[in-house]
């Protein structure tokens, strides 16, 4: 049985991805999740460490953590992500898992970077029609509201949405159904492997730095994070990182 930690963007399409590669065999054992350590936050998605830390507790895999500076240089960045597949060899783990869709040269990317590392990158859900997978992430029971919006691609309306069929048929005929170039990022609180789904609700939606985000909030007292440790100090909350978080 292969051994996997699951690059963690909080969104649907890292759910999807869990999911495929559970069902397959494969044994996940960490989520690996990129924080803006200064806003205390997920890259690019703008999700609370909470909730992720809400959502480790309902997948029962505890979150190695990597802690960015903002802003985060490229270089920086791969500094610190090398540390972490360090660390993954260390914890005997053959693949690190990703949610991209059909960005050729985000994966180019990360297969270099991780090249001779001992860890190969899997990509479960690589070349599928996006129209079918927005469908079926729906269909398998993924909940899921938009954080993020790139209005330059999409109508700031969108953010603090529902990812559900409706939020589909509303999409515009040029935005991508699983938001791959960027259109939109998501955050899931209930799906395949949760124990029980996570309590949000939509808090205020402010637009910053070209974006529009949404910011999800627990309805709850959530539990301490269940962490495995974390690689000092970086996530690239800059977009234009290659190899920062972009699953949606």
């Known amino acids: 049985m292969a051994r996997a930690w699951m690059s963690w963007s909080s969104?649907?399409?890292?759910?999807?991805a869990l999911d495929t590669v559970r069902r397959s065999g494969t044994d996940v054992v960490r989520l690996l999740v990129t924080?803006?350590?200064?806003?205390?936050?997920?890259?690019?998605?703008?999700?609370?460490?909470?909730?992720?830390?809400?959502?480790?507790?309902?997948?029962?895999?505890?979150?190695?953590?990597?802690e960015l500076p903002s802003p985060c240089t490229n270089a920086e960045y791969e500094a610190r992500m090398a540390d972490a597949l360090r660390v993954a060899h260390h914890d005997r783990v053959d693949e690190i898992v990703f949610g991209d869709l059909f960005?050729?040269?985000?994966?180019?990317?990360r297969e270099l970077a991780m090249a001779g590392t001992g860890v190969v990158p899997m990509f479960p859900l690589w070349a599928r029609p996006t129209d079918e997978l927005a469908r079926g992430m729906i269909d398998a029971g993924i909940?899921?509201?938009?954080?993020?919006?790139?209005?330059?691609?999409l109508d700031a309306s969108f953010a603090g949405r529902w990812f559900d069929r409706d939020f589909l048929r509303d999409l515009p005929p040029q935005v991508d159904s699983c938001g791959e170039h960027g259109e939109f990022h998501t955050f899931v609180c209930d799906g395949p492997g949760f124990s029980r789904p996570i309590d949000v609700t939509v808090g205020d939606v402010?637009?910053?730095?070209?974006?529009?985000?949404?910011?999800?909030?627990?309805?709850?007292?959530?539990?301490?994070?269940?962490?495995?440790g974390s690689s000092s100090s970086a996530t690239c909350a800059s977009s234009s990182a290659p190899c920062g978080e972009r699953t949606c």
Do not use: W
């Not at 969104?11 to 999807?16: P, Q, R, T, V």
């Not at 960005?103 to 990317?109: F, G, N, Q, S």
């Not at 909940?143 to 691609?153: E, G, L, S, Y």
């Open 35 to 66: 924080f803006n350590h200064e806003a205390d936050r997920v890259a690019m998605h703008a999700v609370r460490r909470q909730l992720v830390a809400a959502q480790a507790d309902r997948l029962d895999i505890p979150v190695f953590s990597v």
């Open 103 to 109: 960005l050729e040269d985000i994966r180019a990317y």
């Open 143 to 153: 909940r899921a509201v938009v954080t993020c919006v790139d209005p330059r691609q």
């Open 206 to 228: 402010v637009e910053r730095d070209g974006f529009v985000f949404a910011d999800v909030l627990c309805s709850h007292i959530e539990p301490p994070p269940t962490t495995m």
């Open 11 to 16: 969104g649907k399409d890292s759910a999807l």
